[in-house]
């Protein structure tokens, strides 16, 4: 299929209501898509003003010290040891290489892409750009014959749910008997609320605990918008099976994906400072601590959110009745509608509004 016959652009139709949450006596409470309003730390900013001097075109496989970097990193912060620079690869942002993926494995009509229910649109994208054929399933028992190409997501995007050691070994077990990749999106793995994650990361499709050491097959995914607010930065990476990272790798360096060398030295800087990312998500928890209460308190029921940045919600209506009440408080927020069919009652809210203004929605809550 050609790219101009994808639909529409579904955040495109909250134009209406953001200009009435706009109205609003006091400004709008923009809860809507997940684009961080705190500084990059300066340790970041400053490693990528170091090397602004970048005349020569980088390499799309990163630079040595990168691929060093994102190994050493889900060693330490991931509970994944051995990995190599064959098993990294950098990428522009997470969202290209979810909507390319199936294009860069060579899917096409006839394959088959599963992902979660409740799904970042980008995934069935990906799919339809291949003229594939997208199906949604949680359950590893539901993805069918001729699957080539399954996603999961955890923590997961709209809804914060997560999936445990075992969950994602019995993933990988059932993408291995349809002789399928499996990647799993990530990028939300510091960001957790509820037991068992309060403390500690998520975990990893790459850990022993679900591999076993054998990353054949798979891919883990992972941004550094969120825990190191680089969304501007397009800063991400996948690591896992090497030698479908080399596949990668050839493809994309004929279509010239290669991320900008300052962007690159950034990306070292945050990967080895864990300290920044303990601050951000300190932030992140006294927001969700004032919003949840007040969302509770004023009728809705909070499902799954565990962990990320979002909280899953519901009053039990259809999801754009509830958009439209929002907006009329002056709050802007994600209808369930846009990540499929499967959760029509249900609104996504981030947390990546300032104290101040996520103060204000919960105030308007209660009034």
């Given at each position: 299929m050609a790219v101009t016959d994808l639909a529409d652009y579904p955040w495109d139709a909250m134009a209406p209501y953001a200009a009435r949450a706009r109205a609003h006596a006091d400004g709008i409470v923009d809860l809507s898509i997940g684009s961080p309003v705190d500084p990059t730390p300066a340790l970041i900013a400053d490693a990528l003003t170091r090397a602004t001097d970048a005349h020569s075109y980088p390499q799309t496989v990163g630079t040595p010290a990168l691929r060093e970097a994102i190994a050493a990193w889900y060693a330490r912060r991931r509970?994944?040891?051995?990995?190599t620079p064959d098993n990294v690869l950098p990428t522009i942002g997470s969202k290209e290489l979810v909507a390319l993926l199936p294009l860069l494995l060579g899917l096409g009509d006839g394959d088959i892409v599963v992902h979660p229910?409740?799904?970042?649109?980008t995934y069935e994208v990906?799919?339809?750009?291949?003229g594939a054929t997208s199906v949604a399933a949680d359950d590893p028992d539901h993805w069918p014959e001729g699957t080539r190409l399954v996603w999961v997501n955890s923590p997961g995007n709209p809804d914060g749910a997560v999936r445990d050691a075992a969950d994602l070994s019995r993933a990988v077990a059932r993408a291995r008997e349809l002789g399928a990749v499996i990647a799993s999106d990530e990028c939300y793995a510091e960001l957790g609320w509820d037991e068992p994650w309060t403390d500690a990361a998520t975990p990893s499709i790459l850990d022993p605990a679900v591999v076993g050491g054998d990353l054949r097959g798979v891919l883990s995914v992972y941004s550094l918008s969120k825990q190191s607010n680089l969304a501007g930065y397009r800063a991400a990476f996948l690591a896992g099976d090497a030698e479908l990272a080399a596949r990668l790798v050839a493809a994309r360096k004929h279509l010239g994906l290669m991320a900008p060398g300052p962007v690159q030295a950034a990306m070292i800087a945050a990967l080895g400072d864990d300290e920044h990312v303990r601050a951000q998500k300190a932030?992140?928890?006294?927001?969700?601590?004032v919003l949840k209460p007040a969302l509770e308190a004023a009728g809705f029921r909070i499902d799954r959110s565990e962990a990320g940045l979002y909280l899953w919600a519901t009053e039990g209506r259809d999801a754009w009745e509830s958009v439209e009440q929002m907006a009329g408080l002056g709050i802007l927020v994600g209808p369930g509608h846009f990540y499929g069919p499967h959760f029509p009652q249900h609104i996504r809210l981030s947390l990546t509004a300032t104290d101040e203004r996520v103060r204000a929605a919960a105030a308007r809550l209660a009034a």
């Open positions: 509970g994944v040891p051995g990995l229910r409740a799904a970042y649109p990906g799919a339809r750009l291949v932030l992140y928890r006294a927001r969700r601590d």
